[in-house]
């Protein structure tokens, strides 16, 4: 299998400033080059302005200044842009570049000369702002059915491609590559789209009426028509390079759009390459819009968002992550600051900042900032070790499926199964006892290692932090996705907090919405209960198994509270048991919900004081309704975001107790509760 990638955005108009949608597509394709180096594939990614056309000739008129000197501006600011974001494109793309306008006319000339370029006299309902004409019963209340602007008649002389004839070819060729269209529903959208009969292509405007453009070489009077200019960037882009086997460029692997310019990719683009005796692209890929307050996020619908402010106040990193991991693709996604903060809050800063301290702090303090090498290997390394291979065969499928959003999932699922992998072996405890320092040099690579990994597969979406977070491991600098990487004797690098916490305001919290399943009020079943009986993990020396009633019956519960409390004070002592997650087996003991506990200073948990509530009472945070609830996996209550405030504990700005009566924590402000 051929081991190339040429990738390619559409090339933005430059009309106006670039926002979120924009940077969207531009990470998108820079992480899959990313991915795909790492996999060892040669790549080529390209991106672009588009620079010609009604509405760049319309923006510099608005200036008052000549089109060439506004686009000579303008595309700066997408090159400014990408440069901000680390992107790592190979070839930035004008259509007013002297190579590509050659090529654009020798095309056209082709074309001409075989006779697929016609003229012919064209009357029809004509919008300025979509530069087309619209059929009478294409038009929406007499209006322009995309824009919504108003159109005018207009009859002119004008050329045409014979689009028409390849339609029956174009239907024949999606059959036969059904993953030529992506996803899966873009592919019938089109095809339910080409059951009408095609009618052809107008390439052309009069120059009376647009001069801003690249002329028709078979005719003067007439400038090229944009899109038609605009599509053979593709391969215009790429004339005369190679990859390094020596193979040609183009066919692209991938063409990444929004799904507004599908029609124009799946259906001028591929007949024109087929009018040209060009090979088809492998894939094209529709992702989804970015939403703003439930409108698609666009400069004349006033709902652009500018990356910048977000990159400026929270990094740039933080902000490709959090594009990549809330998109799914295909699917549209919702921009707002309340799903920023909590994403990165709870995956960056507690799951993965979280768990790089804890690990690096504990090698700085016992093993004088060199990696220990391990020296046992047991049931929770050997379940360690097997969930990171997991995860990697995981990713590697997804990458290639591009299910990005569902591969950050999986990275995140691994460090969040180290951070549980560091509650069970207690490291902090360990370091008490020096007959466990085997043991802790053991749980600290293996922390250490998993983590590595971890950093690794996030680099193409985070890379200045993940390289910062594998220096602090001391890992080499050459990436690499094998496991056993760190060596035992290597110092670590320079210590930071690599994902500070944003600190979000109360007030500025929208109101809570008891609808949305992810809430904790509703997917957490927060049960009073009682230790009754307390006992060893038969397994895990850091684990207490505990026999506990929650009002109805007795439950099995392991609990890594050894560092916390003695057998005496847990005994009979209340507590509020996490009822509904899902039962697993911890080393061998099948568990039935988990004790929410505060952070304390060592990392020990702090049970909440819940002697003033009856066995079996139901905990609510303020507004919520107890309700029958289904339980949830472990991964579903690692992202509720509990902290303590005034010895309270709060997920959203709500309190967990009764109405009238809070459930109280002797913690520390601001501390996680797990
Ligand atoms: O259409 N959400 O340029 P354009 C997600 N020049 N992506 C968005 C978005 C949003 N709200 N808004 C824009 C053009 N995009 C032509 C393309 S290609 C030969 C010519 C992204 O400046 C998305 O990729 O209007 C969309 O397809 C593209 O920007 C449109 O950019």
Redesign the pocket.
């Known amino acids: 299998m051929s081991k190339n990638f040429y990738i390619t955005?559409?090339?933005?108009?430059v009309?106006d400033a670039p926002?979120?949608?924009?940077a969207?597509?531009t990470v998108l394709a820079d992480v899959l080059t990313r991915y795909h180096k790492l996999m060892g594939y040669d790549c080529f990614f390209q991106t672009g302005t588009?620079e010609h056309g009604q509405k760049v000739q319309q923006a510099a008129e608005k200036r008052g200044i000549p089109a060439q000197n506004h686009v000579d501006e303008y595309n700066v600011r997408f090159k400014d842009l990408w440069e901000r974001m680390n992107i790592d494109y190979d070839y930035f793309i004008r259509t007013t570049d002297p190579d590509h306008k050659a090529f654009v006319q020798k095309c056209l000339q082709n074309l001409f000369d075989k006779g697929e370029i016609y003229t012919k006299e064209y009357a029809g309902w004509y919008s300025v702002g979509e530069e087309r004409f619209f059929g009478e019963d294409e038009l929406v209340d007499g209006k322009d059915p995309i824009s919504g602007r108003p159109v005018e008649w207009l009859t002119e002389k004008n050329y045409f491609f014979k689009m028409s004839h390849y339609q029956k070819a174009l239907i024949q060729h999606i059959a036969d590559h059904p993953d030529f269209i992506q996803p899966e529903f873009r592919k019938n959208e089109v095809l339910g789209f080409l059951k009408q009969e095609l009618t052809d292509l107008c390439i052309s405007r009069p120059k009376s009426r647009l001069a801003w453009g690249i002329s028709l070489p078979f005719d003067d009077d007439y400038v090229t028509y944009v899109?038609f200019d605009?599509?053979l960037?593709?391969v215009s882009g790429v004339l005369g390079r190679k990859f390094k086997d020596g193979s040609d460029m183009w066919p692209a692997s991938y063409h990444?759009?929004?799904?507004?310019?599908l029609t124009?990719?799946s259906i001028y683009?591929t007949t024109m390459l087929m009018g040209m005796g060009i090979p088809l692209p492998q894939h094209i890929l529709a992702?989804?819009?970015?939403?703003n307050g439930g409108a698609?996020?666009?400069k004349s619908g006033g709902t652009a968002i500018n990356p910048i402010p977000y990159m400026d106040e929270f990094g740039v990193d933080v902000f490709r992550y959090f594009l990549i991991r809330d998109m799914v693709i295909g699917q549209d996604a919702s921009f707002s600051d309340e799903n920023f903060f909590k994403r990165i809050n709870s995956d960056l800063a507690n799951d993965l900042g979280n768990g790089l301290n804890r690990v690096c702090k504990q090698i700085v303090t016992h093993f004088n900032s060199q990696i220990p090498a391990p020296v046992l290997k047991d049931s929770a390394e050997i379940e360690l070790e097997e969930i990171a291979s997991n995860v990697l065969n995981s990713v590697l499928q997804f990458i290639p499926e591009l299910k990005l959003s569902q591969a950050v999932e999986e990275i995140l699922s691994l460090v969040r199964a180290v951070n549980r992998y560091l509650e069970i072996k207690a490291p902090w405890k360990l370091a008490k006892d020096p007959s466990d320092k085997d043991n802790l040099a053991t749980t600290l690579w293996y922390g250490a290692e998993s983590l590595r990994l971890a950093l690794t597969l996030l680099q193409p979406v985070i890379p200045k932090k993940a390289a910062e977070g594998l220096a602090m491991l001391g890992a080499p600098a050459t990436l690499s996705l094998s496991w056993n990487v760190l060596k035992g004797g290597e110092h670590l690098g320079e210590q930071k907090a690599l994902f500070p916490r944003i600190l979000v305001e109360k007030e500025n919290q929208p109101a809570p919405s008891a609808k949305n399943t992810e809430d904790p009020k509703v997917i957490g079943e927060f049960r009073v209960c009682e230790i009754v009986k307390v006992e060893d993990h038969p397994e895990a020396d850091s684990l207490y198994m505990l026999s506990v009633h929650d009002g109805k019956r007795i439950r099995t519960v392991c609990a890594g509270l050894k560092n916390s409390y003695s057998v005496e004070e847990l005994q009979n002592r209340k507590a509020v048991l996490f009822a509904n997650l899902k039962p697993a087996k911890i080393r061998g003991i099948l568990s039935e919900g988990m004790f929410i506990a505060a952070d304390g200073p060592d990392h020990q948990g702090i049970l909440p004081d819940a002697s003033g509530f009856e066995v079996g009472t139901l905990l609510q945070f303020d507004q919520s309704k107890p309700e029958p609830l289904a339980s949830v996996k472990i991964k579903v209550f690692e992202k509720l975001d509990l902290k303590v405030h005034k010895h309270k504990i709060l997920s959203e700005g709500q309190t967990l107790g009764l109405p009238g009566k809070e459930l109280i924590v002797n913690a520390e402000e601001g501390a996680e509760v797990h």
């Open positions: 955005t559409p090339i933005y108009y009309n926002h979120i949608g924009h969207y597509t588009d899109w605009a599509l960037n593709y990444l759009i929004g799904k507004d310019i124009t990719h683009w992702h989804g819009w970015w939403m698609k996020m666009s």
